[in-house]
């Protein structure tokens, strides 16, 4: 596994959960980090105070990454501020909504596609640019989830299908990424608890019987999925591409 230290991380969703579980574990790494957000400032001054606490660089910034503009101009500014990108951690996504076949519309259609995967188009074109240029090499991660392995809970039609779609674009990507020495993975989370997500959208009832259902006794943690995009990020150098790591403690298991 290569070293991190010294490399400059492109993240977007840092507000919260595994967005800032995942800057926070890089910049102890050693990385300097551009930390995008959407939906508040709080959590990334945060983790610009830690990083300037040990000595490395961080800065935030707003964008709607749905909109290209507003994406390419997030990038642009990562760039500036890190003199480069070496590794992307597309983390946006987002469940958007609860609904069935029968209640699904076009706008609630495009929304969860938008959330999901336009963004990481955005972004992952913005940024091409600078991972090709990295000296040695450059590692993208996606988030994915387990819903796009299983297909998730009723309910979830529409963001399992997305997050299906992640898994594939990982796949193609690594292909078409590798003679560039980019490398592209992905990470397939299960239930991971101290999230917007499932605080929204998972009941404490529902929560209970899906972990009986886990091999492990317990639900993920922000940190548990950390520590593998961690470790996909360094693999920067390294012979990683085109993989998905589940990190589901046991329920999905391929």
């Given at each position: 596994?290569?070293?991190?230290?010294?490399?400059?991380?492109?993240?977007?969703?840092?507000?919260?959960?595994?967005?800032?579980?995942?800057?926070?574990?890089?910049?102890?790494?050693?990385c300097d980090i551009y930390l995008h957000y959407h939906s508040g400032e709080e959590g990334p001054k945060a983790l610009i105070a830690l990083a300037a606490s040990l000595g490395q660089r961080a800065a935030c910034g707003y964008a709607d990454l749905i909109d290209s503009e507003q994406a390419q101009r997030c990038v642009q500014a990562g760039a500036d501020f890190l003199g480069g990108i070496d590794i992307l951690i597309n983390n946006v996504g987002g469940i958007v909504g609860r609904k069935w076949l029968g209640e699904i519309d076009h706008t609630f259609w495009q929304t969860v596609l938008d959330v999901n995967m336009t963004t990481v188009l955005n972004v992952t074109q913005s940024a091409l640019p600078y991972l090709k240029s990295a000296p040695d090499g450059a590692s993208i991660v996606n988030l994915a989830s387990l819903a796009g392995r299983s297909g998730g809970h009723s309910g979830s039609l529409v963001y399992s299908t997305t997050k299906?779609?992640?898994?594939?674009?990982?796949?193609?990507?690594?292909?078409?990424?590798g003679e560039f020495g980019i490398r592209v993975n992905a990470v397939a989370p299960g239930l991971i608890l101290g999230t917007r997500f499932h605080e929204r959208h998972t009941t404490q009832a529902s929560a209970a019987q899906t972990i009986q259902t886990i091999p492990l006794g317990r639900a993920g943690t922000p940190e548990d999925v950390a520590r593998v995009i961690c470790f996909l990020a360094a693999e920067y150098d390294g012979f990683v591409s085109g993989a998905t790591i589940d990190i589901n403690g046991g329920v999905y298991r391929m």
């Open positions: 596994m290569g070293h991190l230290t010294g490399k400059r991380v492109l993240i977007t969703g840092s507000e919260q959960g595994i967005g800032w579980a995942t800057a926070e574990g890089l910049i102890r790494a050693g299906g779609a992640v898994l594939t674009w990982t796949r193609s990507l690594a292909a078409e990424l």
